[in-house]
């Protein structure tokens, strides 16, 4: 089957091997797409959807700012086999209109921020910026379809069911946000909020298994020790969780520090000996930055899968495999695919590619810039790989903060801006910057100063809420 041509040309200057190998491996993602399809048209359970979206699936991780549009449509064109978008919470989504959209390079289903949620002072503050209402989420249905996942950040099965109902004919499966260890999170009794709970986090399992018609998975952390750990999933599954991602570190470990390969290992034997385990697909987590770490760690938990987060953004074409047809390399293991792989495009290529995507798709400037500013640097990296993940780029972060619209980034990086006549329609739908300061990547310190500023003036404001709160029933009272 001949893929779709993409308006968006990623394929300039790349040797005829390169081309060659390409081709084959977009064959091979539509031979599956193709699967996925005529398992979905078919009687299949949920289940075995499950199976055939999971099983031996190389996947790129739900990352908040991170993995939007354009990050994801990079990782599927390099070979990724699913994708996650971002976690986005399950009030978020539902305060959304869902929109058609057939004004970029293919056809959109943008989930827009309904005005009414906004107050007048914000709305009136965005007309004077000439700022458009938001876009949450952007999917591309002809690329992304079979291949996407939704992340929800929720605590309650009440919440968390209309979240996955308003999307659930969007995408391929809905996975619930169990590991994030995010103050917010956690203070909302979403991410690991939820490892301490596992009745509530079972309950959300049940309600969406019980009322939606895609697979439901969870991802979570390794949990205080592995009986811990085996307890938790099995309760999961057994609550009818479809699939299960485990990340090779426990709330509090630093990024820095190494995953727990040696835990995961021991905890996923274990999870596939039990009789709960053995019947749904188990995907592994954290600091497979080779393909060497990908094929090991895969054949030594026995896992149905791999998750990529931080080796995606260091660079996203780990995702390139040798294609079936290809001449193997003649080069030892280690140099094959280890972090010089021949595989591996250069980053400056990679940002690029990313920029087109971004551009294409009309992403905002600024979570563009946060993006390519973590391709740039290993500040969440473990110290003791940093020394083999250089970046030979002749841009500079600083350079990169200094840029403050989309065509300042394409010029700075030598992409050619799209000519594409934007209508008043796409004008108007950007996709949602979140927030963001520069000072994250170029003054450390004074952003953490600024950010712990302000929360202690939002927990100030809460406490004087609580107590006015507190008084006012008093006053009835008496």
Request: aromatic letters at 6%; a positive charge; one cysteine or more.
């Amino acid at each position: 089957m001949k893929k779709k041509m993409e308006d968006v040309k990623l394929n300039e200057g790349k040797n005829e091997k390169e081309a060659t190998d390409e081709r084959y491996a977009n064959e091979e993602e539509e031979n599956k797409k193709d699967k996925l399809s005529s398992a979905t048209a078919s009687t299949s359970t949920i289940q075995e959807r499950a199976d055939m979206l999971f099983s031996n699936s190389e996947i790129l991780a739900p990352m908040v700012r991170a993995s939007t549009t354009p990050l994801r449509l990079l990782a599927l064109s390099y070979g990724a086999d699913l994708v996650y978008t971002e976690e986005i919470i399950d009030r978020s989504i539902t305060t959304c209109d869902r929109i058609i959209n057939n004004e970029l390079p293919h056809q959109t289903i943008d989930y827009v921020r309904k005005k009414e949620t906004f107050s007048p002072k914000v709305l009136k503050r965005m007309a004077s910026q000439k700022q458009s209402l938001p876009v949450v989420l952007r999917i591309v249905p002809s690329i992304e379809k079979h291949r996407l996942i939704y992340q929800i950040g929720t605590g309650e099965s009440n919440l968390a069911l209309p979240a996955a109902h308003f999307v659930e004919k969007d995408v391929s499966g809905i996975d619930i946000n169990m590991g994030c260890p995010k103050k917010f999170s956690v203070s909302g009794g979403m991410g690991s909020a939820l490892l301490s709970d596992l009745p509530r986090a079972c309950d959300i399992i049940k309600t969406l298994r019980r009322n939606i018609s895609i697979p439901v998975s969870a991802k979570i952390r390794l949990l205080k020790d592995n009986s811990s750990t085996l307890d938790f999933v099995k309760g999961l599954i057994q609550a009818g969780a479809n699939a299960v991602t485990i990340h090779s570190r426990e709330v509090g470990d630093e990024a820095t520090q190494p995953a727990k390969w040696d835990r995961l290992m021991e905890v996923v034997q274990l999870i596939k000996s039990s009789p709960e385990g053995s019947s749904v697909p188990i995907i592994i987590n954290g600091d497979l930055y080779t393909r060497n770490d990908i094929i090991n760690m895969k054949k030594k938990c026995k896992a149905n899968g791999v998750m990529l987060a931080r080796p995606a953004l260091y660079n996203t074409s780990i995702f390139r495999k040798l294609p079936p047809h290809s001449v193997d390399y003649d080069d030892g293991e280690e140099t094959k695919y280890g972090h010089n792989s021949p595989l591996l495009l250069s980053k400056t290529n990679v940002v690029r590619d990313y920029l087109h995507y971004s551009n294409a798709y009309q992403s905002h400037y600024k979570n563009v810039k946060y993006v390519i500013c973590e391709m740039m640097n290993n500040r969440r990296t473990p110290s003791i790989l940093v020394p083999n993940m250089p970046h030979n780029f002749k841009q500079t972060i600083s350079q990169v903060c200094n840029c403050h619209s989309m065509d300042g980034l394409c010029k700075l990086w030598d992409v050619t801006a799209s000519t594409h006549n934007a209508s008043h329609f796409e004008r108007n739908l950007i996709t949602d910057p979140h927030r963001y300061d520069d000072n994250y990547f170029l003054d450390r310190d004074k952003f953490l100063k600024k950010r712990a500023a302000a929360d202690n003036v939002v927990s100030t404001q809460m406490e004087q809420s609580n107590g006015e709160s507190v008084n006012s029933k008093r006053n009835k009272l008496s």
